[in-house]
């Protein structure tokens, strides 16, 4: 199509200067922002991909902007990743109307921070339409337990409106509940498997099998790929990486970088949280006191998963009060807790504890029984080897001796 309009040659320029993403180009481009309604819309897309926070400030005073700019410069102001905008932003949730509080939310989940926490609750209890999906995401990927009804009413809308945007709102939810799920425990789901709603059955189903196949895997690996952390929250992402670079650093001595982590133990995500545990505890060989960190973060966890990784790997360190309730793991009625106890023990626990795992072997739960039949293999064949050892090293003294 031919160019004929007097201003596409500027937005060729402008186009041209985010894609090179020079800084010298922040100025003119915040010029043209402030300028030009039409122009400055696209001036916004060139900033977001510059980069430089030098727009930060320029972005947020475009928020107030009754036209496009404000669209643009919000998701401007989520890919630059500013936290200075987080409240700029809900403010223009709130001014914004329907139709555009999805690009707005959109951008603030992208920034990530805990103070949308309580502003994301509100709106689920008024009912503030718009963005209902993403508030629900945001709090459910932190197990917060206000997500849970929202969730499910949209699971029912599913059943009465079958489009895509229901269907969407539907996985949604299910994802929701799992994550509620493993943050609380199943109990607090639970009682939806048999819900008269189709949709509320199947989804709950399904996050009770999700529940137990994630915390299985969070418990032997920890989270193993950045995505395991929802894939919309860019925030959530960047932290996982950021907790395992901090253990890379702890390891070699870092106290930053191993604060960091203790920081970690505090998150409100499940995920994240383990994460921290896993890189603590690798630490802690060079690190002793890492365990009494450990055992603080027991004492003040409340996600069962939690509480038993961090169970784990004080057995790990051979805590004699972990192991011990290990071997009460191993009686559980939750089968992943029996798997893990059964694992660990296997891996890292004394004599003693084979009593304990020879009558998990009648276990109801075919996988708990497989795992303390290996557990004892592993305790059984690490003293053989301990005890080929000792009468390798007596024979070589006793031919010193002669």
């Known amino acids: 199509m031919a160019r004929s309009t007097e201003s596409e040659p500027r937005f060729d320029i402008i186009y041209a200067l985010g894609e090179i993403g020079d ?7 915040v010029s043209v922002l402030k300028a030009d309604s039409k122009l400055g ?20 005073r475009a928020l107030k902007e009754d036209d496009e700019r404000r669209y643009r410069a919000a998701a401007a102001l989520a890919e630059i990743g500013d936290p200075r905008a987080i409240e700029p932003l809900l403010q223009a949730l709130h001014d914004a109307g329907t139709h555009r509080r999805y690009i707005i939310a959109t951008a603030l989940i992208r920034i990530g921070d805990e ?36 969730a499910v009413e949209r699971l029912r809308e599913v059943n009465r409106k079958d489009n895509v945007s229901t269907l969407l709102s539907g996985d949604l939810a299910a994802y929701t509940m799992a994550a509620i799920a493993i943050r609380h425990g199943a109990d607090r789901i639970r009682h939806l498997v048999s819900d008269p709603h189709r949709r509320v059955r199947a989804a709950a189903a399904q996050a009770m099998a999700e529940v137990a196949k994630k915390r299985y895997e969070l418990l032997l690996d920890g989270p193993r790929r950045s995505n395991s952390v929802k894939p919309s929250s860019r925030a959530g992402s960047d932290l996982l990486a950021e907790i395992r670079s901090a253990g890379s650093r702890a390891r070699s001595g870092d106290q930053q970088a191993l604060q960091r982590l203790k920081t970690g133990l505090k998150s409100p995500v499940v995920d994240l949280q383990i994460a921290a545990i896993a890189e603590l505890a690798r630490s ?26 961090i169970t784990g790997e004080l057995a790990k360190a051979q805590d004699l009060n972990a192991l011990k309730n290990l071997r009460q793991y ?29 009558a998990a072997l009648e276990d109801d739960d075919t996988l708990a029984r497989v795992n303390a039949a290996t557990a004892i293999i592993r305790i059984l064949s690490a003293q053989a080897a301990a005890d080929r050892g000792a009468e390798s090293s007596a024979d070589v003294h006793q031919d010193d001796a002669e």
Do not use: C, M, N, W
């Open 41 to 60: 819309s696209h001036a916004a897309d060139a900033l977001a991909k510059v980069g430089d926070r030098r727009a930060v400030d320029p972005l947020i």
């Open 330 to 358: 191993l009686k559980s009625e939750d089968p992943v807790e029996r798997i893990y106890a059964g694992q660990i023990l296997g891996q890292e626990g004394p004599q003693g504890v084979a009593k304990e795992l020879v």
């Open 115 to 150: 103070r949308l926490v309580e502003p994301f609750a509100e709106s689920l209890q008024r009912s503030e339409p718009g963005y209902e999906s993403i508030a629900i995401g945001f709090l459910g990927e932190r197990g917060d337990l206000r997500a849970l009804e929202p």
């Open 23 to 29: 800084a010298r180009a922040v100025q003119p481009l």
């Open 284 to 309: 802690q060989q060079s690190q002793p006191e890492i365990v009494t960190d450990l055992k603080q973060a027991l004492a003040e966890a409340s996600s069962p998963t939690v509480k038993l990784k």
